[in-house]
């Protein structure tokens, strides 16, 4: 992949993309302290400097000594920071690989309706605890390679996961439970995905999480803290514990709520303005070629590459290449309950701005569950209402498969 270097570059490459989206995009210089999208005044900053610093903290257990604004961890729980799944801001950083799932993986429970809760673990199912407490599960995933050709004869492989759970500490999982592995996505730009204007998602339920069924960047906040690290806040008043788990739910608090307003508003806030990392601009040829064939394809149907948002001054649309609406991409994608039953699952268009951060610094994983070990692969995973457009990638030269990968990963 031939690339110029340089504002003179940056220009040409921002020249293409609408003014507007185009100012949310920054380079990382330093990925430990990710951008903003826009400059902060000095009370913003300051807001800012604290919501980092909560996001990077790792809570502690109900009454450890001088911890008392950032107690309450648990009892069970899956990571003790938020950092520890969303590296910086990032995606999870990590492969998944056979064996016990990484921390920034997190199996969710739901009843067969897709809503309740499981009686006895709750939302998440919980791999950690602080002393004295013990894990829900232990999960391990293994995989089976599924081969196949593109029409020319060159071969691909996919990775089909499967799930086992140890030491169930409540008994085994109820057969009709779904089981819905989820890996922790990117924030970048969250707080402008927030902006959209309702009408332009499908009206349902939300925007945010893998399924987009979670309504608000201040909702999936309040969630986090409640059901992956076992912490109340004024978002959500309970922790994660199963309405069977007597135990977790005696468990000694860290305050009402254990996440206080000032360091809630803080996290908040801290997102809200996390900018999107800017690739490196490719040659102006090769940006068009690639965009041709994503938009040839029918990629850019769903992965729309202009949204309105409200509500921000000098900024009237956004280039996330997601519609924030759920399409149902076929079984092979679609969660499983306990007994091997297809849940018919909807996923909202994975934001695919940002791209480039993740594969410019693997480890990295793709799709909701991390089967995808390349974008080909995400791709190639692509079926029900994507099946024509993965059909017109399989079809296409290698010249121009490769072609359109290379444009996506300078996304
Ligand atoms: C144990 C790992 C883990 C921890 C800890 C965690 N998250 Fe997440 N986060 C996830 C996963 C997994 C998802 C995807 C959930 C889904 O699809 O339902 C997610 C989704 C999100 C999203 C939605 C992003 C999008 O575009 O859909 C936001 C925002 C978010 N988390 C913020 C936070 C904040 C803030 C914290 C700390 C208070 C936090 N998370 C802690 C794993 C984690
Ligand atoms: C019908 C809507 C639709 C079409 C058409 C579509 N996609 Fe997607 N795409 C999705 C959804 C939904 C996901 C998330 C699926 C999941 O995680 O299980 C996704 C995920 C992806 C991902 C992985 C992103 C990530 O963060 O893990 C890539 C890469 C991608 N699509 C590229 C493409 C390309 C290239 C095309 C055209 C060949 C295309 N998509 C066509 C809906 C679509």
């Known amino acids: 992949m031939r690339r110029l270097s340089g504002c003179l570059a940056l220009l040409l490459a921002l020249a293409a993309v609408p003014a507007s989206a185009a100012q949310v995009l920054r380079p990382f210089d330093d990925p430990r302290d990710p951008p903003t999208w826009r400059p902060l005044t000095d009370a913003e900053q300051a807001l800012h400097e604290l919501g980092l610093t909560v996001f990077n903290t790792s809570w502690r257990p109900a009454g450890a000594a001088r911890a008392e604004r950032i107690d309450g ?12 799944c969303h590296n910086n801001g990032a995606r999870a950083r990590t492969a998944v690989e056979p064996g016990l799932i990484p921390v920034s993986m997190v199996v969710q429970l739901s009843g067969p309706d897709g809503k309740a809760a499981d009686p006895s673990y709750g939302h998440v199912l919980n791999t950690a605890a602080i002393d004295g407490f013990q894990p829900e599960a232990q999960i391990r995933l293994s995989h089976v390679e599924r081969p196949g050709r593109y029409p020319d004869g060159r071969p691909w492989s996919l990775r089909v996961p499967t799930y ?9 999982l109820r057969s009709d439970t779904v089981i819905k592995p989820r890996l922790a996505p990117a924030l970048f730009g969250s707080g402008l ?219």
Not at 76 to 84: G, K
Not at 164 to 172: M, N, Q, T
């Open 73 to 84: 961890l648990g009892p069970v729980f899956n990571a003790a920071s938020c950092d520890a």
């Open 164 to 172: 086992r759970f140890d030491e169930l500490r409540l008994g085994p």
């Open 193 to 411: 995905l927030d902006a959209v204007p309702a009408a332009a998602d499908d009206g349902a339920a939300g925007r945010f999480g893998w399924q987009g069924n979670v309504s608000s960047l201040a909702a999936q906040t309040g969630q986090a803290f409640a059901q992956d690290m076992g912490l109340t806040s004024a978002d959500l008043a309970q922790d994660d514990c199963g309405a069977a788990d007597a135990l977790c739910r005696a468990a000694e608090s860290g305050g009402e709520p254990e996440v206080s307003n000032e360091l809630l508003a803080a996290v908040m806030a801290y997102q809200r303005l996390l900018a999107v990392p800017a690739s490196p601009p490719l040659e102006r040829p090769l940006e068009k070629a690639g965009l041709a064939l994503f938009e040839r394809h029918g990629c850019a149907s769903c992965h729309r590459s202009n949204l309105p948002v409200s509500g921000i001054e000098g900024l009237s649309s956004i280039a996330p290449y997601t519609d924030l609406r759920r399409h149902d991409l076929g079984p092979g994608l679609a969660d499983r309950s306990v007994s091997g039953e297809i849940q018919r699952s909807r996923w909202r268009t994975a934001p695919l701005w940002g791209l480039g951060y993740a594969v410019r610094r693997p480890p990295y994983a793709l799709l909701h569950d991390g089967r995808a070990r390349s974008i080909e692969e995400a791709v190639l995973w692509h079926d029900g209402e994507a099946a024509s457009a993965r059909r017109r990638f399989e079809r296409s030269s290698a010249k121009e498969r490769q072609s359109l990968l290379d444009w996506l990963s300078a996304r």
